[in-house]
C-alpha cells in the first residue's frame, strides 16, 4: 500500500521536460519539512500497486511524474518494474535524501540547504531560489541546472541570479501561469 495525494493528467509546468503531457502521481508525506512546499501532507489515500497503475493507465501519457511530498519514501523497485510494464517512461520529482530505484528513467532533485544527498546519478537539478548561495549545487552530478523562483514571487532576483550564473536555467511554473494544475 502506498500513500497518495493525488494522481491526475496535465503538462510537466517546470524543469527541462515543461510543456510535456505527463500522469502526476502526488504521494503524501516527506521527510523534510520546506515553508513553500504545496502539497497537504495529511490527506492522502492508500492505494494498491495495482489501483495506482489501473489509475495511470487511463491517461493517454507515456509519461509519469512520481511526485510529492516525498516519493521514494513510498517506492521500490517492483513499483517501477510495473509502471515499465504498462509502457510508462517513469521521472521522479525528489529532494535527493534518499536512495531511489535505479530503473527510474529520468531524475529530478530539488535539493535543500544543507541536507545530504543520496544520489549518484541526477538529470536535473531544481532549486526553488530563495536568495541562497547556489554554488555548491554546481558541483552535483547532473546534466540540466534549473533555478525556480519561490511561488513566482522572486522572479527578477533569480532571473539576476541566472545571468550571473550562465550554468543555469531559469524554470518557470508554467502551470501556474497558465492555470492548470
Wanted: hydrophobic share 35%.
Amino acid at each position: 500500500m502506498r500513500k497518495i495525494n493525488e494522481i491526475f493528467y496535465s503538462l510537466q509546468g517546470e524543469g527541462y521536460h515543461t510543456g510535456t503531457p505527463a500522469v502526476f502521481v502526488r504521494f503524501s508525506g516527506c521527510n523534510l519539512k520546506c515553508s513553500f512546499c504545496d502539497t497537504r501532507h495529511e490527506e492522502g489515500t492508500m492505494m494498491t500497486d495495482e489501483e495506482i497503475i489501473a489509475e495511470v493507465k487511463k491517461y493517454p501519457a507515456v509519461m509519469v511524474i512520481l511526485t510529492g511530498g516525498e516519493p521514494s519514501l513510498w517506492i521500490d523497485d517492483n513499483f517501477i518494474d510495473l509502471l515499465h510494464q504498462a509502457g510508462k517512461y517513469v521521472c521522479i520529482e525528489t529532494n535527493g535524501t534518499r536512495p531511489l530505484p535505479a530503473s527510474i528513467d529520468w531524475i529530478t532533485c530539488s535539493p535543500k540547504q544543507g541536507v545530504k544527498l543520496s544520489l549518484n546519478k541526477i538529470d536535473e537539478v531544481k532549486v526553488v531560489y530563495e536568495g541562497q548561495n547556489i554554488d555548491v549545487y554546481e558541483l552535483l552530478p547532473a546534466e540540466h541546472f534549473f533555478l525556480q523562483p519561490c511561488s513566482c514571487s522572486n522572479t527578477a532576483l533569480t532571473v539576476d541570479c541566472v545571468m550571473r550564473h550562465p550554468k543555469w536555467r531559469l524554470s518557470l511554473q508554467t502551470h501556474k501561469l497558465i492555470d492548470i494544475q
